[in-house]
């Protein structure tokens, strides 16, 4: 398996100490709690990314009824920037990038 080191990404390290998962069931059981918990964050997000969506539009279509550009790249090199800083330079970047595009209108 990829230790941290590897790959940058952090481990729930506290998620398999309550599973005996040297067990078939003990390992099912990890598996399932943990993917519950993967479709609570996932729920999370789809509100967020609807919710920045929104947010994001009102801006853009404010803009655009003021004669301006819908877009502002300086703005959104700050935006890829925090998605760097949080989440390293290649996932952080690539991420900025999907929810830019996908907060465009
Ligand atoms: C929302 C804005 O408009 C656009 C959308 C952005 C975004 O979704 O973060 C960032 C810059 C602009 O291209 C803004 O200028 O803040």
């Avoid at 790959?7 to 003990?26: H, L, M, Q, W, Y």
């Amino acid at each position: 398996m990829k230790s941290t080191e590897d790959d940058g990404i952090a481990r729930d390290s506290e998620a398999k100490k309550d599973f005996p998962v040297t067990t078939n069931s003990g390992y099912a059981s990890f598996i399932d709690e943990s993917r519950e918990r993967i479709d609570e964050i996932d729920v999370q997000l789809i509100e967020l990314i609807k919710k920045r969506q929104e947010i994001s539009g009102s801006i853009q279509l404010h803009r655009l009824e003021s004669g301006g550009n819908k877009s502002d790249t300086s703005r959104e090199n700050d935006v890829l920037g925090t998605y760097r800083k949080g989440l390293g330079d290649k996932r952080g970047a690539a991420l900025a990038m999907k929810i830019l595009e996908m907060c465009r209108i």
